[in-house]
């Protein structure tokens, strides 16, 4: 594809309570909102409750990611069951300006972090039908399409679909070196 993003460039930290009213804003955006389970607008006390108990709970693991030191979204992940080696993630780039490619060089940096860091072995993720995007984005990482759950979601008038995807440990380690050619420049 030839992109040209530096790794480097890119980089994962803890995500904190300082970080609520940025995530919220980002969080807010009808576009975001449209690719979540919960997507009624969020006040700040609900979201700072919610920061609370993400950032002080290990069955999820929230991070933002920053470009250039500067923060562009945030990937997450919860229902992180150590006995079954599994996790769920969660994603967005809040900063509509971000550099065209920011989701995938910020998941590539998220499932080394799921799988190296965390130790864990499965990484399941959700894209409701409407979000073709999110599915190509799945799909090119490596993720393997489990199962589509039939109309499961209510949105407006309609039910939409939504396609269950997982990404084991040992698939990531063969194909990580294909994926970082394919997203960063040798640079
Ligand atoms: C899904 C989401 C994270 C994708 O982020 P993004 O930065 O647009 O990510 P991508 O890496 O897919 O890049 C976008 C496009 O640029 C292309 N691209 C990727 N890297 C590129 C690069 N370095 N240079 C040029 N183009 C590039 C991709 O192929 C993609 O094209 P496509 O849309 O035709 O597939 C973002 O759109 C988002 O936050 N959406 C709302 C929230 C959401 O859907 N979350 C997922 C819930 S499951």
């Known amino acids: 594809m030839g992109f040209d993003l530096r790794y480097g460039d890119f980089r994962l930290r803890p995500l904190t309570v300082a970080d609520a009213a940025m995530t919220m804003a980002w969080r807010n955006q009808p576009s975001i909102r449209a690719s ?16 609370g108990r993400a950032t002080s709970n290990d069955t999820c693991s929230y991070h933002i990611c920053e470009y250039r030191g500067r923060p562009i979204g945030s990937v997450g ?48 993720g959700d894209a409701i039908s409407s979000n073709p995007r999110s599915a190509r984005l799945h799909e090119n990482l490596g993720f393997e399409l489990e199962g589509v759950r039939l109309r499961h ?35």
């Open 77 to 124: 992940f919860y229902a992180i069951e150590r006995r079954h080696g599994r996790g769920e993630w969660t994603f967005y780039i809040g900063e509509p300006d971000a550099v065209r490619g920011s989701g995938g060089a910020m998941l590539f940096m998220a499932a080394d972090h799921f799988f190296d860091g965390l130790g864990l072995s499965k990484l399941c």
């Open 36 to 51: 979540m389970y919960t997507d009624h607008e969020i006040r700040l006390d609900e979201h700072t409750a919610w920061i």
């Open 153 to 187: 979601l209510r949105r407006g008038d309609e039910m939409l679909d939504v396609r269950l995807y997982a990404l084991f440990a040992d698939k990531w380690k063969s194909a990580r070196q294909q994926q970082f050619s394919t997203l960063f420049s040798a640079r």
